[in-house]
């Protein structure tokens, strides 16, 4: 009972994490996928990498829907193993890599979109380096259900609500 409490209240940035993870793994519902990508505007041209992808699925999606290249970057080797066996039975694993890393040292110098669906004190933590790494003309979306915090490092340059019986606020901001 007090790990979906611990998770909620890390989601909402009521509770920090105490080790150096970039927080616990939620996944993007599947239904949404298609708003988020249509969101970034992915196409068949880009590399979108997925900063802690989890069980890959959005890198996943953005492969088979567009035929774009994916890259998920996940420090849980066996979310890895799972991101990996998705992009398998999708179809997609010749397009679809997924590295065992930290994002936190990603190489995003081909990255044209990143995504980050992460505990939003960590996106602060690590919205800046992230973009500095990233080349001109990228775009990063960060999706979220808590708002984005006063004081937040960077004002996005759209935001939009996905709606999937909650709402989820998708970020993106051009670098």
């Known amino acids: 009972l007090l790990r979906p409490v611990r998770l909620v209240a890390e989601r909402l940035g009521m509770r ?58 996940e420090t849980s ?22 590295e065992w890393a930290d994002a ?12 980050m669906f992460l505990p939003i004190d960590v996106v602060a933590d690590i919205i800046e380096a992230t973009l500095d790494r990233m080349p001109a003309g990228s775009v990063l979306v960060v999706h979220e259900q808590s708002p984005l915090p006063a004081g937040f490092p960077r004002v996005p340059h759209r935001s939009t609500a996905l709606l999937d019986g909650a709402v989820t606020v998708a970020h993106r901001f051009d670098n």
Not at 104 to 115: C, I, N, Q, Y
């Open 104 to 115: 936190r040292d990603a190489d995003l110098t081909d990255a044209s979109v990143a995504f």
């Open 77 to 98: 080797l066996g979310l890895v193993r799972e991101a990996r066996k998705r992009a398998e039975s999708a179809g997609v694993s010749d397009l679809v890599t997924i």
């Open 16 to 73: 920090r994490r105490h080790d150096d993870s970039l927080g616990p793994f939620l996944s993007t519902p599947d239904s949404i996928l298609p708003q988020l990508l249509a969101f970034a505007e992915v196409d068949a041209n880009d590399t979108v990498v997925d900063l802690g992808c989890g069980d890959g699925r959005i890198v996943v999606a953005a492969a088979e829907l567009t035929g774009c290249r994916g890259v998920g970057v």
